[in-house]
């Protein structure tokens, strides 16, 4: 088919298309034929009529002659005279074959007529065809043509035949067809290669052919074979060999072919070397439900395993224990550390997590599945067939025991605590989702907790999940909204029984569900982020509103403290804020106090310490808030610059009555007049609480007994009251 093709290509300019056939040559360029003849005239002829078809032509007088100019002119024909003086054109073509260009270029040799003996010889010197003198030339163009013809049809072939080998090598494919009447086999070359053995001979008879399967697969192969040829119908099946690189995967497909009475005759197939391709669906398979960090499952295979448990589980009315382990301080580990660091500490908890299990073997068959789900969390699902899952506390305190203890990468000890939340099904949930969700609730409520500990879901912990989950989602509403309010509560001067302070507290007025407190949407506020814009708002609120306010019965402005929360200090733009609020609203920085609770302080880092010195050179007072609850002992505030201690309310509750509390009360007192600081009681509720604080030499107190927390214009009535005279004792 080629050469009509190029026929078309040749367009009708050309003067062989003009001719109606000739030369099968590259596009755009002359195809050239080479004339040897002794004969001038034969020449002068056979030129006139090839160039009539569209060849450039190019003579020779004798065979020496010809094969130096085939070498020059590198022809795409060659017609030739078999006498010549000195190289005869047998000789002449016998040499050209040897070429490597003459291989497979067209000769036409000219012999006399009826000379059989030479058409003979011709033929044995690798002539493609020959035309007889005297020539006639109207049937040589003919002769010529079809010998072009066909000799760019053997080039395309053996060209298509090429690329099909390469094709096959590259694909790593061999092919191979039995002959089931004559039972015998050809092969591609390649296709023993494919099966680790050396190269066949190209037909084969099926004993041979068995002799070319490796040992452990032939078996299986012949019987796959034979059924399909008594079936009548197409094979595919995968196997490995064993191969010197280590194992090879070959995939093997055929079909069968019947003959018209519908008898199998012949069966052709294909093999493959399909080992990257399975290595690389492997490999995605792996990366899709595997985490590359420490390899364990990731959520979509976990979540696939424990579906099927659960439905076991179903079966068996067994239970299952979820497991949400979530580490402590990876972020700020990252932070410091980097993130190699950090993927070395979180590959070694996997394994340490992993260690801390039970043994399979050992135990009542249950079953243990661990996996990582995002940068600071495990989990893991217990399967007891006996339905006891009052192993899980023991479970979660050893792996919180495993977890906790220290270790090290390189030099550097690293010490990561966890906390655990733990989801039962049925009864916490029948399906995957609901049962990471709330194993996820729980160890959040943990995490608050502090480390170290593991938590039961719920409904409770359900319940305030959902709220948070909704007030989270309606907070910045609030803000825009203007919802919060800031409410005041007086703090009384014992010496002089005067209102000289005020704590400003948030509060939200939501639309539906009414007031609601700040414990309840503080944290929230930390958590998403939002604390620093709530921040910001209460503290201008509060300021503008002090400055309605008249001076307190001893003449000064009362002092205003204001709630700090620690996300809220280390923001980037803490100190523009408060420079920011200042000066909007013309506060003196004199009569403001800033609370923070001991566990900011405890972040011992010169970045707080600079930041707490700058708001005490504006003129801003500190009081460290809930004193007692934290783990800081008084020494360490003589580095701080701070002002004042609010004793929590937890050390007054119960005063009268505990002794303890007594004694504590009466140290913190004395040390921290030692140290120069005010000291602030909080939660003073009954006159028996206030005398004895009068009597230990507190400065201020403030409590429901002085006064609930109230706004604005409930401050203002406050500070216009006379100041009572000194309760009896
Ligand atoms: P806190 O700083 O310890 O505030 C004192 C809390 O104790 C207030 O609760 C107050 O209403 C309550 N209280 C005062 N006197 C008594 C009493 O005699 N008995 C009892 N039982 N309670 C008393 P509130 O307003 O619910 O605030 C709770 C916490 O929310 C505050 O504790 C504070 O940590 C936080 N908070 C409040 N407002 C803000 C704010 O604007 N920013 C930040 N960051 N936190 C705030
Ligand atoms: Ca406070
Ligand atoms: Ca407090």
Redesign the pocket.
């Known amino acids: 088919m080629a050469y009509d093709r190029q026929d078309a290509l040749m367009g009708e300019s050309s003067p062989a298309a003009a001719d109606g056939g000739g030369p099968a040559a590259a596009e755009g360029q002359p195809t050239i034929a080479l004339v040897v003849d002794d004969e001038t005239t034969t020449r002068i002829l056979a030129r006139s009529v090839l160039e009539n078809m569209g060849y450039q032509v190019f003579e020779a007088e004798d065979g020496e002659q010809a094969l130096a100019c085939f070498q020059r002119t590198q022809p795409q024909l060659v017609v030739m005279d078999v006498l010549m003086p000195r190289m005869d054109g047998f000789a002449c073509c016998t040499a050209l074959r040897a070429l490597p260009a003459g291989a497979d270029v067209p000769v036409v040799l000219i012999t006399g007529i009826d000379d059989s003996n030479s058409i003979e010889q011709a033929y044995r010197a690798g002539a493609t065809d020959f035309v007889h003198k005297p020539i006639n030339w109207i049937l040589f163009r003919h002769r010529i043509n079809f010998v072009a013809r066909a000799s760019q049809a053997f080039l395309d072939l053996k060209r298509s035949q090429a690329r099909l080998l390469q094709a096959q090598k590259l694909a790593k494919l061999g092919y191979w067809e039995w002959n089931l009447r004559r039972n015998t086999v050809e092969m591609s070359y390649d296709l023993t290669a494919l099966l680790g053995l050396p190269p066949q001979p190209g037909t084969l008879s099926e004993t041979q052919l068995w002799d070319c399967v490796p040992e452990p697969v032939r078996e299986r192969l012949a019987r796959e074979l034979r059924e399909a040829i008594r079936e009548q119908r197409s094979y595919s099946l995968d196997f490995r060999v064993p191969a010197l690189g280590g194992e090879r995967i070959v995939h093997a497909e055929g079909e069968i072919i019947a003959n018209a009475e519908g008898l199998a005759v012949l069966m052709r197939g294909i093999m493959q070397d399909v080992t990257e391709q399975v290595r690389a669906q492997e490999e995605i398979n792996r990366l899709a439900h595997y985490d590359p960090l420490t390899g364990l499952p990731n959520r979509t295979l976990f979540i696939e395993q424990l579906r099927l448990a659960l439905s076991r589980a179903k079966r068996q009315r067994s239970a299952i224990g979820v497991l949400s382990v979530g580490l402590r301080r990876i972020e700020q580990m990252r932070e410091a550390m980097g993130t190699v660091f950090a993927d070395l500490a979180i590959h070694e908890l996997a394994q340490r997590l992993q260690d801390s299990l039970p043994n399979p073997d050992q135990t009542d068959h249950s079953h243990i599945e661990v996996a990582r789900f995002g940068t600071h969390e495990f989990v893991l699902f217990a399967d007891h067939p006996d339905s006891s899952i009052g192993e899980l506390p023991r479970l979660a305190q050893r792996i919180i025991d495993r977890l906790a203890a220290p270790f090290h990468i390189g030099t550097q000890p690293v010490q990561v605590g966890c906390s655990i939340g733990i989801a039962c099904a049925p009864d916490d949930g029948k399906d995957p989702e609901t049962l990471l969700k709330h194993a996820h609730a729980a160890m959040n409520v943990a995490r608050r907790k502090g480390e170290l500990v593991y938590e039961y879901h719920t409904r409770e912990i359900q319940r305030s999940v959902m709220e948070r989950f909704q007030l989270e989602g309606q907070l910045l509403v609030a803000l825009r909204e203007r919802q919060l309010e800031?409410?005041f509560?007086p703090q009384m001067a014992l010496a002089n029984r005067a209102i000289v302070g005020f704590?400003?507290?948030?509060?939200w007025r939501h639309p539906v569900l009414g007031m609601i407190?700040?414990?309840r949407f503080?944290p929230i506020a930390e958590d998403s982020g939002a604390?620093g814009q709530?921040?910001e708002h209460?503290l201008r609120n509060a300021l503008e509103q002090h400055r309605q306010w008249p001076v307190t019965k001893l003449g000064q402005p009362a002092l205003l403290s204001?709630?700090?929360?620690a996300r809220?200090l280390w923001g980037k733009d803490f100190m523009t804020v408060i420079h920011r609020v200042l000066d909007q609203t013309g506060f003196d920085p004199a009569t403001l106090v800033l609370?923070l609770?001991e566990s900011v302080l405890m972040k011992d880092s010169d970045d707080m310490i600079r930041i707490l010195k700058r708001l005490k050179d504006m003129g801003i007072k500190l009081s460290i808030?809930?004193f007692g609850t934290g783990f800081s002992s008084m020494s360490y505030f003589k580095h701080l610059p701070i002002d004042e201690l609010?004793i929590?309310?937890g050390f007054i509750r119960d005063l009268p009555r505990r002794g303890q509390d007594l004694a504590i009360v009466r140290s913190v007192i004395a040390l921290a007049h030692n140290l120069g600081l005010k000291i602030v009681a909080?939660?003073?509720?009954t006159a028996e609480q206030l005398r004895i604080l009068e009597q230990e030499g507190c400065d201020w107190v403030?409590?429901?007994?002085i006064g609930?927390?109230a706004d604005s214009p409930a401050a203002i009535r406050f500070l216009g009251q006379a100041i009572p005279s000194a309760p009896t004792p």
């Open positions: 800031v409410h509560q704590e400003a507290l948030a509060r407190p700040p414990d503080i604390i709530l921040g209460v204001v709630n700090l929360s809220q609370e609770t808030d809930d609010k929590d309310r909080e939660g003073v509720e403030q409590g429901f007994l609930r927390p």
